[in-house]
């Protein structure tokens, strides 16, 4: 009989966050649902240890580095797949495969993932698909290309290493169990210091038309005492903060992104 009253399992450790190791036949080895998380990780700050009092700096390194990869990544899709127009006081998006060298050789289904990512962001961020011009249209909006792929590139941010972010707070409270302090929650702010990275980075976002505001997005996102209101970068930043101090639910925050961005 194995640890778990099955021939074919085993006890796992911290880094498989107390579930049973399972045996495969094809490989005669040992495996973990977590193996491909742990295995990612190695490859961006070396081999995982436990009682390693920097693993947890290392995670929030790691996170931070991957969504500012995550934002670089659609910033660069976006202004190669999508064609932005203005018609009247509407804005136009159409995405399309371009025909440039880089893109020559990925694979059909490559392509394809790339296009219905922006599409889906395209959605998020206010745009509605038009069957009659056969295009996505955001009404009463003037946007450069620019400012969509960097509208895409911020909504790709939330949710793109949201199970990594979980899992790294299980190694967190794993270490605690070791006397080291679980300091995850503190200092694991790794969206809010993309953001306002990409914020310090990027000249577009400051003089970005911020647009006509909701009379239902927290007075705090509205306005500021003195330099005029806040860039839709800080607003994200605010709303971020708010979200981890339980101010807001997690569906007001999306609620509220979701408008922030459109």
Known sequence: MGWFGNSSQKQGDEFDLGNPLIYSNWSNTYFSRYDDIKIYMESKIGSLDIKDASLQNKMTNMLLESSKESYEEWLSYSKDFIEVTIDGNNTLAQVQIPSLPEYKYKHE???????????????????????????YLKRNSKSTLDEVAHAIGTDKLYGKTKGLEVYCSQVAYRQSLHGIA?????????????????????????????????????????????????????????????????????????????????
């Open 182 to 262: 679980n300091t995850w929650s503190k200092d694991s702010d790794w969206l809010g210091k993309t953001v306002a990275h990409i914020r310090s980075t990027d000249p577009r976002i400051e003089s970005s038309d911020e647009g006509k505001e909701s009379d239902t997005r927290p007075e705090v996102l509205t306005s500021k005492s003195e330099g005029g209101p806040y860039s839709k970068v800080e607003q994200l930043e605010r709303l971020i903060s708010l979200r981890k101090k339980g101010e807001i639910t997690s569906e007001e925050f999306d609620s509220l992104k979701k408008e922030l961005l459109s």
């Open 109 to 135: 289904y490559q392509l394809d993932s790339i296009v219905s990512g922006l599409r889906r962001s395209l959605r998020d961020i206010g745009f509605e698909w038009n069957r009659r011009h056969r295009t």
